[in-house]
C-alpha cells in the first residue's frame, strides 16, 4: 500500500490550496481516511476524518474553512482547505485506517508541505 500527498506549496493568509491524495493497493471508499498536520516543532494533530459511510469530522481549526472528499472513480481523497491563515502552515499528511481515531490509521503518506505567508 502507498499513499501519497500532493498540492502543497505557498499561499497567502486568505488564499486556499486543495491538497490530493493517491492511493496504490487500497480503496479509500473502504476505510476511513484522515487528514493530519504536524506544524515545525509541534506534535501531529487531526485535521479531520471521513468514516466509509461518508460521515466527516473536524478539528475545531479546521471546522468550516476544510472539506475532505473523495473522488471514488479516480481513487483520490482531496483536502480542501479555504481561508488558510499562517498558522496553518503544516506538513499535511493523509492516513487510512479501520476508523477515525489516530491509532487505528495503518498506512500514511509521505506528506506535503503548505506554507501560508502573512
Known amino acids: 500500500v502507498q499513499l501519497v500527498e500532493s498540492g502543497g506549496g505557498l499561499v497567502q493568509t486568505g488564499g486556499s490550496l486543495r491538497l490530493s491524495c493517491g492511493a496504490s493497493g487500497l480503496f479509500f471508499d473502504e476505510h476511513s481516511i484522515g487528514w493530519f498536520r504536524q506544524a515545525p516543532g509541534k506534535e501531529r ?30 481513487n483520490r481523497v482531496y483536502l480542501q482547505m479555504n481561508d488558510l491563515k499562517p498558522e496553518d502552515t503544516a506538513i499535511y499528511y493523509c492516513a487510512v485506517g479501520s476508523s477515525c481515531n489516530y491509532g487505528a490509521m495503518h498506512h500514511w503518506g509521505i506528506g506535503t508541505l503548505v506554507t501560508v505567508s502573512s
Request: glycine letters at 16%; proline letters at 3%.
Open 45 to 74: 494533530d487531526g485535521v479531520g476524518c471521513l468514516s466509509p459511510s461518508g460521515m466527516a469530522g473536524y478539528s475545531h481549526f479546521a471546522r468550516g474553512r476544510f472539506t475532505i472528499t473523495v473522488d471514488s472513480a479516480e
